[in-house]
């Protein structure tokens, strides 16, 4: 075997109720001021109260900010270290969906180690050190609670990430519990967020490895299984919690063996137009599975394997049958399916397609190569 590293988040904790019990974890880490780090949603939601009671019943001190937006722009992060900074914080806390996880790594890096915001965007390009850091995860789906990774708007609309092994928290905690009150159509698209991590991820042309094979198959297994029972019936806890444990494991597995065309065609339509991230990979998936087929169909039949069990057929018949799994799940799942459908037009095209070819980390991952026209193309296919 050629030489493999493997980096992850060195503890996760698997837990129904364990965010409730939040204080007591970072007291136990030494941890006197924390600053929690989240987004309006969670705070209406009512997510927050129990974790913010247990906190006043410890004793710790908790500063909280909750103007996370999604795809964070700049300000947004550097506010957050501000409060950081105030609360003189001894630790951070994400909790939320992956843009406040992905805040709150930033928040624990910048507020401690003095670094600009613009001195470490890139590969690994931060110095450190951080502030410890805690990552909840209140959705099923970006797997940042086991990535080194953060995506941030910049102030010109363009998605640029900061990529780091300090950005590994030091405690991931999957509580089932969380997830119960996620509509629907947010628990339609995180999913399908996760499985296209877990796709790209075993097809990728960049640092594909076992590790990461076996965890995406695994997570793929998982979403497959369960994601129609959570969006049908959001109280079925055991689904939501396959749910939460597929998506971390497509995080470790795209952690590892970076993800391709698929996001790569998913950022523009997040930062030109909001659309949120899982919609957007969402409604890039089938087409891509379809570009790629040429170069990945053995690949991809052994996903349709575990997707669509009982499968007939050669690699290729089972490699479009698992595109038309795709295109056909956010239907019965009812998600847009068409650019069109989230506001976007003709003319938009040419803009969004320069602005994918921008995405060259993602792009070499792909099986296939990915041209201007390419892109043209896969985004009129959608419309």
Known sequence: MRTLTFNTTPSILIERGAATRLAERVSSMGCRSVLLVTDPGVVGAGLLQPVLDGFTQAGVALRLFADVQADPPEHVILAAVDAAKDCKADCVIGFGGGSSLDAAKLAALLARSGESLADVFGIERARGPRLPLVLVPTTAGTGSEVTAVSVVTTAAGEKNVVISPMLLPDLAVLDA???????????????????????????????????????????????????????????????????????????????????????????????????????????????????????????????????????????????????????????????????????????????????????????????????????????????
Do not use: W
């Not at 399908?192 to 094979?213: C, F, G, L």
């Open 177 to 383: 519990d969380l997830t119960v009150g996620l509509p629907p159509h947010v628990t339609a698209a995180t999913g399908i967020d996760a499985m296209v991590h877990a796709i790209e991820s075993y097809t990728s042309r960049q640092r594909k490895n076992p590790i990461s094979d076996s965890l995406g198959r695994e997570a793929l297994r998982l979403l497959s299984a369960s994601i129609e029972r959570a969006c049908a019936n959001g109280a079925d806890i055991q689904a939501r919690e396959d749910m939460l444990l597929g998506a971390c494991l497509a995080g470790m597995a795209f952690a590892n063996s970076p993800v391709a065309a698929v996001h790569a065609l998913a950022y523009p339509l997040g930062a030109r137009f909001h659309v949120p991230h899982g919609l957007s990979n969402s409604l890039m998936l089938s087409a891509v599975l379809r570009f790629n087929l040429d170069a990945a169909a053995p690949l991809y039949a052994e996903l349709a394997d575990i997707v669509l069990p009982g499968l007939e057929g050669d690699a290729r018949s089972k490699a479009l049958a698992l595109a038309d799994h795709f295109a056909e799940l956010p239907t019965r799942l009812r998600l847009p399916t068409r650019l069109r459908d989230v506001g976007i037009g003709e003319d938009d095209l040419e803009a969004l397609a320069q602005d994918a070819m921008n995405q060259s980390r993602l792009l070499g991952n792909n099986p296939r190569e990915v041209h201007l026209d390419d892109a043209r193309a896969l985004y009129r296919e959608v419309l």
